[in-house]
Each structure stands twice: as structure tokens, then as C-alpha cells.
């Protein structure tokens, strides 16, 4: 997924808005979640999620709520979202 924040100013900025979107993602849903690209832009992040069952419906409601988060969220906008089941 990657995302954009028009309103940082610095990574400092980034990295704080991307550490509480993560840490509140990771809590709230149980999945695994990384800025895993764009690490030293400051304007733009690359967020990975993965999650693992043996039902893939429920895998699939799980990162619609994932996306549904971080779309809802003012401080980002989501730009790209690709996903990949196995």
C-alpha cells in the first residue's frame, strides 16, 4: 500500500504518523505490518500487511478493514494498494 502525507515536514514527521498508524493497525487487527519501501521520503510510505488464516474470506474482510482504516485516516491518503494471496 502506498500512501502519501501532504502536511509532513520532515521524515521525523513522517515516521511519527507512520509509527502510530502501524502500532494502532498491528494492536486493533492482529496482523504483521511494516513500512517496507520509501523509507527515507518524507511524503511517501510503503506499508505492507500480512495475514495469515486457513479461511481466505476472513483474510480478505481483514485487510478490507486494514485499508478501510487507513483510508478513513486524515493525515494520509492511500495512492496504490495491491494485494497477493497464496
Do not use: H, Y
Not at 40 to 47: E, G, P, Y
Not at 56 to 79: A, G, I, M, W, Y
Amino acid at each position: 500500500m502506498v500512501l502519501r502525507m501532504q502536511d509532513t515536514q520532515s521524515l521525523k514527521d513522517k515516521r511519527q504518523i507512520i509509527k502510530s498508524l502501524i502500532e494502532t493497525t498491528r494492536q486493533k487487527f492482529n496482523v504483521s505490518i511494516a513500512e517496507v519501501d520509501d523509507l527515507d521520503k518524507w511524503r511517501q510510505a510503503v506499508i505492507g500487511v500480512a495475514c495469515v488464516a486457513n479461511d481466505s474470506q476472513f483474510v480478505n474482510r481483514v485487510l478490507d478493514k486494514v485499508l478501510d482504516t487507513f483510508e478513513s485516516n486524515p493525515l494520509v491518503e492511500v495512492c496504490e494498494v495491491e494485494l497477493e494471496m497464496l
